[in-house]
T-cell receptor, first 114, second 116 residues
Framework: AQTVTQSQPEMSVQEAETVTLSCTYD???????LFWYKQPPSRQMILVIR??????QNATENRFSVNFQKAAKSFSLKISDSQLGDTAMYFC???????????FGAGTRLTVKP | GAVVSQHPSWVICKSGTSVKIECRSL??????MFWYRQFPKQSLMLMAT?????????EQGVEKDKFLINHASLTLSTLTVTSAHPEDSSFYIC????????????FGAGTRLSVL
């Protein structure tokens, strides 16, 4: 079974600075999908970014980018120019196209300080 | 983007009663829906996967007689917590996958269940 590990329960960053959230996963599959989701206090899950394992190029979405290291099974999220609205829980998720279900890491609580 | 509506957002019930939570895909046909449970300050744990017109597939350790899932149409799935007890109090989240895509999942806003 696939597992997703987020080793940073909590992190904080000053507004306008850059922060990196870590995620590692374990799988024997070669093709899969990785996601970062944001869960603000409203608890609505919001997709931040996704990466297909067969793509070598790291995904980017405005201030959000990933560092995908397939051999190391690492998928970190970098948030640039942090904003107060980025304060939330961030979940890393893995999805296999074989069984199609999504597995989440334990989450990292990010606080952006003014 | 696609919208998934979950209702109710918060429900309080007495121990021993049953509670039904609805999950609707408003602007797309969801061939697959997922139900998650989230305890305070914890991650989302997959409870079951339901495909339209067929029985739900439950994760190991999830009581199928306690958590009844029905996916009767391409836009509606329901989760019924039967004979609820205080330990069933939690945050329940549904998500739906668009039929044409096997990647993107859209999440409902969640339901907070409090069993007294």
């Amino acid at each position: 079974a696939q597992t997703v590990t987020q080793s940073q329960p909590e992190m904080s960053v000053q507004e306008a600075e850059t922060v990196t959230l870590s995620c590692t996963y374990d799988t024997s599959e070669n093709n899969y999908y990785l996601f970062w989701y944001k869960q603000p206090p409203s608890r609505q899950m919001i997709l931040v970014i996704r990466q297909e394992a067969y793509k070598q190029q790291n995904a980017t979405e405005n201030r959000f980018s990933v560092n995908f290291q397939k051999a190391a099974k690492s998928f970190s999220l970098k948030i640039s120019d942090s904003q107060l609205g980025d304060t939330a829980m961030y979940f890393c998720a893995f999805m296999s196209p074989i069984n199609n279900d999504m597995r989440f890491g334990a989450g990292t609580r990010l606080t952006v300080k003014p | 983007g696609a919208v998934v509506s979950q209702h109710p957002s918060w429900v309080i019930c007495k121990s021993g009663t049953s509670v039904k939570i609805e999950c609707r895909s408003l602007d797309f046909q969801a061939t697959t829906m997922f139900w998650y449970r989230q305890f305070p300050k914890q991650s989302l744990m997959l409870m079951a996967t339901s495909n339209e017109g067929s029985k739900a597939t439950y994760e190991q350790g999830v009581e199928k007689d306690k958590f009844l899932i029905n996916h009767a149409s391409l836009t509606l799935s329901t989760l019924t917590v039967t004979s609820a007890h205080p330990e069933d109090s939690s945050f329940y989240i549904c998500s739906a996958r668009w039929g044409r895509s096997k990647i993107q999942q859209y999440f409902g806003a969640g339901t907070r269940l409090s069993v007294l």
